[in-house]
C-alpha cells in the first residue's frame, strides 16, 4: 500500500478528506518505529478531540 492509498483509507474510516488528514500530520510510520518499546503507553496515539479542544481559538463559540 502506498501514502496515498493509505491516507485515502485513514480518510474514509475517519471521515475527513485527505488534505485533512495530511493537515494534522498523518504518515506512515517504517516498521522499526512502528513498533513500541517494552513499555506498551508509548504506542504513538494522539487523540485527536483532545487535541482540536487544546487548540487556540480566537473567537470561542459556547
Known amino acids: 500500500m502506498n501514502l496515498p492509498e493509505l491516507e485515502r483509507a485513514v480518510a474514509r474510516a475517519t471521515g475527513e478528506s485527505r488534505r485533512e488528514v495530511r493537515r ?27 487535541l482540536e479542544h487544546e487548540r487556540p481559538v480566537l473567537f470561542p463559540v459556547n
Open 24 to 50: 494534522r500530520g498523518f504518515q506512515a510510520l517504517a516498521w522499526s518505529e512502528a513498533r513500541p518499546d517494552d513499555d506498551e503507553s508509548n504506542v504513538g496515539v494522539v487523540d485527536w478531540d483532545l
